[in-house]
Protein backbone atom coordinates (compact mmCIF):
# COMPACT_ATOMS: atom_id res chain seq x y z
CA UNK A 1 0.00 0.00 0.00
CA UNK A 2 1.24 3.10 -0.86
CA UNK A 3 2.14 5.53 2.17
CA UNK A 4 -0.89 8.56 1.34
CA UNK A 5 -2.82 5.66 1.24
CA UNK A 6 -2.33 3.97 4.64
CA UNK A 7 -2.55 7.13 6.11
CA UNK A 8 -5.96 8.51 4.47
CA UNK A 9 -7.79 4.81 4.98
CA UNK A 10 -6.14 4.18 8.59
CA UNK A 11 -9.40 4.09 10.97
CA UNK A 12 -10.07 3.40 14.92
CA UNK A 13 -10.84 0.02 15.07
CA UNK A 14 -13.28 -1.25 18.08
CA UNK A 15 -14.20 -4.68 16.44
CA UNK A 16 -11.98 -7.52 16.65
CA UNK A 17 -11.82 -11.04 15.06
CA UNK A 18 -9.96 -13.31 17.86
CA UNK A 19 -7.56 -14.14 14.69
CA UNK A 20 -3.90 -14.44 16.06
CA UNK A 21 -1.54 -11.73 14.93
CA UNK A 22 1.39 -13.55 13.23
CA UNK A 23 4.58 -12.86 14.86
CA UNK A 24 6.30 -11.76 11.60
CA UNK A 25 3.51 -8.46 11.40
CA UNK A 26 4.03 -8.46 15.31
CA UNK A 27 7.89 -7.90 14.53
CA UNK A 28 7.48 -5.11 11.77
CA UNK A 29 5.04 -3.46 13.89
CA UNK A 30 7.79 -2.93 16.38
CA UNK A 31 10.73 -2.33 14.27
CA UNK A 32 8.81 0.45 12.52
CA UNK A 33 8.03 1.76 15.96
CA UNK A 34 11.96 1.60 17.11
CA UNK A 35 12.95 3.76 14.02
CA UNK A 36 10.58 6.52 14.74
CA UNK A 37 12.58 9.87 15.22
CA UNK A 38 13.06 11.28 18.95
CA UNK A 39 14.37 14.06 20.95
CA UNK A 40 18.20 13.71 20.57
CA UNK A 41 17.73 9.88 19.36
CA UNK A 42 16.66 9.38 22.76
CA UNK A 43 14.76 6.53 22.28
CA UNK A 44 12.59 7.13 25.54
CA UNK A 45 9.85 4.53 24.18
CA UNK A 46 8.66 1.24 26.13
CA UNK A 47 6.53 -1.16 25.22
CA UNK A 48 4.85 -4.16 26.83
CA UNK A 49 3.06 -6.80 24.92
CA UNK A 50 -0.14 -8.53 26.31
CA UNK A 51 -1.84 -11.82 24.40
CA UNK A 52 -3.22 -13.03 27.98
CA UNK A 53 -6.75 -12.88 28.54
CA UNK A 54 -5.95 -12.76 32.21
CA UNK A 55 -3.79 -9.85 32.13
CA UNK A 56 -6.01 -8.01 29.70
CA UNK A 57 -8.86 -8.18 32.45
CA UNK A 58 -6.55 -7.04 35.08
CA UNK A 59 -6.13 -3.99 32.96
CA UNK A 60 -9.55 -3.83 32.60
CA UNK A 61 -10.01 -2.65 35.78
CA UNK A 62 -8.05 0.45 35.32
CA UNK A 63 -10.42 2.01 32.85
CA UNK A 64 -13.58 3.45 33.54
CA UNK A 65 -16.93 1.86 32.51
CA UNK A 66 -17.86 4.82 30.22
CA UNK A 67 -14.59 4.23 27.85
CA UNK A 68 -15.91 3.07 24.74
CA UNK A 69 -12.48 1.63 23.61
CA UNK A 70 -12.77 -1.08 26.88
CA UNK A 71 -14.40 -3.75 24.80
CA UNK A 72 -11.61 -3.87 22.63
CA UNK A 73 -8.99 -4.11 24.95
CA UNK A 74 -10.99 -7.39 25.92
CA UNK A 75 -11.06 -8.60 23.05
CA UNK A 76 -8.13 -7.81 21.05
CA UNK A 77 -5.68 -10.80 19.93
CA UNK A 78 -2.95 -7.76 21.12
CA UNK A 79 -2.69 -5.41 23.39
CA UNK A 80 0.16 -3.22 23.21
CA UNK A 81 0.73 -0.82 26.13
CA UNK A 82 3.47 2.38 25.20
CA UNK A 83 5.63 4.10 28.13
CA UNK A 84 8.16 6.47 28.17
CA UNK A 85 11.32 7.19 30.20
CA UNK A 86 10.79 10.02 31.66
CA UNK A 87 13.56 13.17 31.83
CA UNK A 88 14.90 11.52 28.54
CA UNK A 89 13.25 13.20 26.14
CA UNK A 90 12.87 16.80 25.99
CA UNK A 91 16.22 17.10 28.30
CA UNK A 92 19.94 17.86 27.65
CA UNK A 93 22.79 17.09 30.95
CA UNK A 94 19.70 16.51 33.14
CA UNK A 95 17.77 19.94 32.53
CA UNK A 96 14.34 20.69 30.52
CA UNK A 97 15.42 22.19 27.40
CA UNK A 98 12.15 23.54 26.22
CA UNK A 99 8.90 24.80 27.90
CA UNK A 100 7.18 21.55 27.26
CA UNK A 101 10.14 20.48 28.73
CA UNK A 102 9.01 16.74 30.79
CA UNK A 103 6.30 16.34 28.56
CA UNK A 104 8.35 15.62 25.25
CA UNK A 105 8.13 11.68 25.91
CA UNK A 106 4.37 12.02 24.90
CA UNK A 107 5.18 13.44 21.76
CA UNK A 108 8.35 10.36 21.16
CA UNK A 109 6.00 7.85 21.95
CA UNK A 110 3.11 9.19 19.69
CA UNK A 111 5.14 9.35 17.08
CA UNK A 112 6.61 5.27 17.52
CA UNK A 113 3.02 4.96 18.15
CA UNK A 114 1.40 6.59 14.81
CA UNK A 115 4.36 4.66 12.70
CA UNK A 116 3.26 0.93 14.47
CA UNK A 117 -0.31 1.84 13.92
CA UNK A 118 0.20 2.30 10.50
CA UNK A 119 2.37 -0.53 9.66
CA UNK A 120 -0.11 -2.78 11.21
CA UNK A 121 -2.92 -1.10 8.60
CA UNK A 122 -0.88 -1.51 6.01
CA UNK A 123 -0.50 -5.40 6.97
CA UNK A 124 -4.19 -5.72 7.68
CA UNK A 125 -4.42 -5.07 11.32
CA UNK A 126 -6.74 -2.86 12.84
CA UNK A 127 -5.96 -0.79 16.44
CA UNK A 128 -7.48 2.16 18.12
CA UNK A 129 -5.69 4.65 20.43
CA UNK A 130 -7.17 3.99 24.60
CA UNK A 131 -5.73 6.92 26.78
CA UNK A 132 -8.60 7.29 29.22
CA UNK A 133 -7.49 4.69 32.36
CA UNK A 134 -5.68 4.78 35.86
CA UNK A 135 -2.18 4.75 34.45
CA UNK A 136 -1.12 4.74 38.16
CA UNK A 137 -3.25 1.24 38.42
CA UNK A 138 -1.76 0.28 35.09
CA UNK A 139 1.90 0.77 36.14
CA UNK A 140 1.28 -1.32 39.47
CA UNK A 141 -0.74 -4.72 36.92
CA UNK A 142 2.44 -4.49 34.93
CA UNK A 143 5.33 -3.72 37.47
CA UNK A 144 6.25 -0.26 35.62
CA UNK A 145 9.29 1.14 37.74
CA UNK A 146 8.34 4.70 38.88
CA UNK A 147 10.68 6.75 36.42
CA UNK A 148 8.81 5.34 33.57
CA UNK A 149 4.81 7.36 32.54
CA UNK A 150 2.16 4.86 30.66
CA UNK A 151 1.41 7.29 27.90
CA UNK A 152 -1.61 4.91 25.69
CA UNK A 153 -3.08 1.74 25.25
CA UNK A 154 -3.42 0.36 21.79
CA UNK A 155 -5.59 -2.98 21.10
CA UNK A 156 -4.52 -4.43 17.39
CA UNK A 157 -6.57 -6.74 15.41
CA UNK A 158 -7.74 -7.99 12.52
CA UNK A 159 -10.97 -5.59 12.13
CA UNK A 160 -14.47 -7.47 12.48
CA UNK A 161 -15.97 -4.22 11.42
CA UNK A 162 -15.48 -1.15 9.02
CA UNK A 163 -15.35 2.31 10.49
CA UNK A 164 -16.31 4.94 8.13
CA UNK A 165 -14.03 8.06 8.39
CA UNK A 166 -15.15 10.87 10.73
CA UNK A 167 -15.67 14.39 8.56
CA UNK A 168 -12.15 16.10 8.57
CA UNK A 169 -12.07 20.10 8.83
CA UNK A 170 -10.80 21.56 5.23
CA UNK A 171 -7.32 22.80 4.69
CA UNK A 172 -8.49 26.24 4.53
CA UNK A 173 -9.74 25.79 8.63
CA UNK A 174 -6.16 24.20 9.52
CA UNK A 175 -3.53 25.91 7.85
CA UNK A 176 -2.47 29.30 8.10
CA UNK A 177 0.35 31.13 5.64
CA UNK A 178 2.91 33.20 7.71
CA UNK A 179 0.74 34.02 10.62
CA UNK A 180 -2.24 32.92 12.30
CA UNK A 181 -5.28 34.08 11.44
CA UNK A 182 -8.80 33.48 12.45
CA UNK A 183 -11.14 32.30 9.85
CA UNK A 184 -14.36 34.80 8.96
CA UNK A 185 -17.38 33.19 9.71
Known sequence: METIQTIMTRRSVRKFKKDPIPDDIIESMLQSARFAPSWANTQCWRFVL???????????EAFPPRNPGLPSLLMAPLVVVAFA???????YK???????GEYWYMFDVALSLQNMVLTAWDKGVGSVYLGLFDAKKIKEILEIPENYEVVAIVPFGYPDEEPKCPPRKDLKEIVYHEKFRMLEE
Not at 94 to 100: I, L, N, Q
Open 50 to 60: IKEDETKNKLS
Open 85 to 91: EKFKSGY
Open 94 to 100: GEASTDK
